[in-house]
């Protein structure tokens, strides 16, 4: 059973910064790709950012540039640095692992609003 626990949302301005934490709990053999998605209301989900186990990202274009994603896998643990927020950044960030299997998070509120 693997468990993804996720921390670091919350309320902030418009070109602020979040920093967006998801730590993995349980048995898990190989960590293929850890990443986060978001989904903001009435519309579908959507990739932000990935990591592989050998440190290649993928981002959203409308990320590019803002956002960092990276991952510390002693501690089975993966961030997402948020920079230069936008109001259309409001979303639920839900973190993502694929081990063979896919695994979620409860998800974390993002809101950038004035």
């Known amino acids: 059973q693997v468990h993804l626990v996720e921390s670091g949302g919350g309320l902030v301005q418009p070109g602020g910064s979040l920093k967006l934490s998801c730590e993995a709990f349980?048995?898990?053999?190989?960590?293929?790709?850890m990443g986060w998605y978001r989904q903001a209301p009435e519309k579908p989900p959507e990739l932000v950012a990935q990591?592989?186990?050998?440190?290649?990202?993928n981002y959203a274009d409308s990320v590019k540039g803002r956002f960092i994603i990276s991952r510390d896998d002693a501690k089975n643990i993966v961030y997402l640095q948020m920079n230069s927020l936008k109001p259309e950044d409001t979303a639920r960030y839900y973190c993502?692992?694929?081990?063979?299997?896919?695994?979620w998070g409860q998800g974390t509120q993002v809101t950038v609003s004035s």
């Open positions: 349980g048995t898990i053999n190989s960590i293929i790709t």
């Open positions: 990591i592989t186990s050998d440190q290649s990202t």
């Open positions: 993502h692992l694929f081990s063979g299997f896919d695994h």
